[in-house]
Nanobody, 124 residues
Framework: QLQLVESGGGLVQPGGSLRLSCAASGLTLENYAIGWFRQAPGKEREVVSCISSSADSTNYARTVQGRFTISRDNAKNAVYLRMNSLKPEDTAIYYC?????????????????WGQGTQVTVSS
């Protein structure tokens, strides 16, 4: 099974920032759209953001628009999620996944299985 590895989570106070990283081994990410997702306790997994293979298109969930920024460095085979102005409701396990097309992060096209994710906790 192909999996990506998430890192960079932690405990942060409301209003703080974190940068998550998504890395791959054995898979060249530059050919795929990459999405960040999150799952809070007792809730279903939801999409947070998606970036196209060449980074010419990005989109965000309305709940994070203006606070989160997705980016990618294809030379480093990595994708990032910069999270600013964090709120307690951002608390969740964050996951990344690759999709078998260049623009869309929808489950029918998901290439990689879900990994362990990285825990983000926003609390004072």
């Amino acid at each position: 099974q192909l999996q990506l590895v998430e890192s960079g989570g932690g405990l942060v106070q409301p209003g703080g920032s974190l940068r998550l990283s998504c890395a791959a081994s054995g898979l060249t990410l530059e050919n795929y759209a990459i999405g960040w997702f999150r799952q809070a306790p007792g809730k279903e997994r939801e999409v947070v953001s998606c970036i196209s293979s060449s980074a010419d298109s990005t989109n965000y969930a309305r709940t994070v628009q203006g606070r989160f920024t997705i980016s990618r460095d294809n030379a480093k085979n990595a994708v990032y999620l910069r999270m600013n102005s964090l709120k307690p409701e951002d608390t969740a396990i964050y996951y990344c996944a690759a999709f078998q097309n260049r623009y869309v992060c929808l489950d029918p096209w998901r290439l990689t299985s879900w990994g362990q994710g990285t825990q983000v906790t926003v609390s004072s």
